[in-house]
């Protein structure tokens, strides 16, 4: 059974720092690129970052470039989101997701499997 599992989500003050993990099962994850998404109440899905099958390269949306960084531990088959200097506009779900592709894409279509979220909320 496919399971992506999200964690560590949580309310943070703006400026403070959160690490989401993406703990994966069921499938080979080394042969799978992760991508982070998030949605805001009312708005549509939108690309975070992404990272390779083997941890680089990596790409970011410009919105979190800079202060978002993704990693990933093959033998624990997580993913992390490290993200720093939050501010409210990162209020949102977060999602894990993970992609058999090749060519790394930003589009939430693409990706094959997905977890079920863990929300972030960034007080000012």
């Known amino acids: 059974q496919v399971q992506l599992v999200e964690s560590g989500g949580g309310l943070v003050q703006a400026g403070g720092s959160l690490r989401l993990s993406c703990a994966a099962s069921g499938f080979t994850f080394s042969r799978y690129a992760v991508g982070w998404f998030r949605q805001a109440p009312g708005k549509e899905r939108e690309f975070v970052g992404r990272i390779s099958r083997n941890g680089a390269p990596t790409s970011y949306a410009d919105s979190v470039k800079g202060r978002f960084t993704i990693s990933r531990d093959n033998a624990k088959t997580t993913v992390f989101l490290q993200m720093n200097s939050l501010n409210v506009e990162d209020t949102a779900v977060y999602y894990c997701?993970?992609?058999?592709?090749?060519?790394?894409?930003?589009?939430?279509?693409?990706?094959?499997?997905w977890g079920q979220g863990t929300q972030v909320t960034v007080s000012s």
């Open positions: 997701a993970a992609d058999s592709g090749v060519v790394a894409t930003s589009q939430a279509n693409k990706y094959d499997y």
